[in-house]
Nanobody, 122 residues
Framework: QVHLVESGGGSVQPGGSLRLSCTAS????????IGWFRRAPGRQRGGVSC????????YYLDPVKGRFTISRDNPENILYLQMNDLKPEDTAVYYC???????????????WGQGTQVTVAS
């Protein structure tokens, strides 16, 4: 059975850092396209970053480029999202998801974690 469990969220001040983890079970993480998504208050969920299963290519939403880094620990079957220089507009619930395409379009993702809250405020 496929499970995705996010952790690592919390409250930080602007400029701070967090590392989100997505622990996968029931499948081998690096054989699937995996993405990070977020839902900010009052907004629809959208793609933040994803990593390709075939070649390890990565995608980042423009506002997070240079600040966020997606990576995988293949032996541990964990996906990470390192978030640096956090801004109040990064406040959201962050989700990881397993997909069938390398895309930021959430329609291509079938299995989702429960989410972890990230709050950036002074």
């Amino acid at each position: 059975q496929v499970h995705l469990v996010e952790s690592g969220g919390g409250s930080v001040q602007p400029g701070g850092s967090l590392r989100l983890s997505c622990t996968a079970s029931g499948f081998t993480l690096y054989t699937y396209d995996i993405g990070w998504f977020r839902r900010a208050p009052g907004r629809q969920r959208g793609g933040v970053s994803c990593i390709s299963s075939s070649d390890g290519n990565t995608y980042y939403l423009d506002p997070v480029k240079g600040r966020f880094t997606i990576s995988r620990d293949n032996p541990e079957n964990i996906l990470y999202l390192q978030m640096n220089d956090l801004k109040p507009e990064d406040t959201a619930v962050y989700y990881c998801a397993r997909g069938s395409q390398y895309t930021a379009n959430q329609e291509a993702y079938e299995d989702w974690g429960q989410g972890t809250q990230v709050t950036v405020a002074s």
